[in-house]
């Protein structure tokens, strides 16, 4: 039974080695900042370039997607949580005051 434990033991100082091996990635200097931004920016490109490109071959073939593309244009500014509530409380204001005039005009 020890034999099995030996192993185990080994097994799981071998796992543990292996994580501390894992050494983080930190810029020091600005030539490496700079590098950094620089892939960074050649991968957005990459990324416009792959949402045009789809959003091309859509156009070209309407029978792919129909009307609606994948990457639609500008979504605009997205609300703030409290605006979002603001906007759910005039709706419903608005339709329960249609009811209410239903319910009234229904009476005479």
Do not use: C, H, W
Not at 17 to 39: F, P, R, Y
Not at 67 to 84: A, E, H, I, P, V
């Amino acid at each position: 039974m020890s034999a099995y434990f030996n192993i185990a033991k080994k097994l799981a100082s071998g796992v543990g080695q292996a994580i501390n091996k894992v050494k983080t990635k930190v810029n020091k200097t600005k030539l490496d900042k700079a590098n950094s931004k620089l892939n960074i920016a050649i991968q957005k490109n990459k990324a416009s370039k792959a949402k045009l490109g789809q959003t091309i071959f859509e156009m070209e073939n309407p029978k792919f997607k129909g009307k609606d593309f994948t990457f639609k244009g500008n979504k605009g500014r997205s609300l703030k949580q409290s605006d979002k509530k603001k906007k759910i409380i005039s709706d419903n204001n608005k339709v329960i005051g249609r009811m209410f005039k239903k319910v009234i005009e229904g009476d005479k």
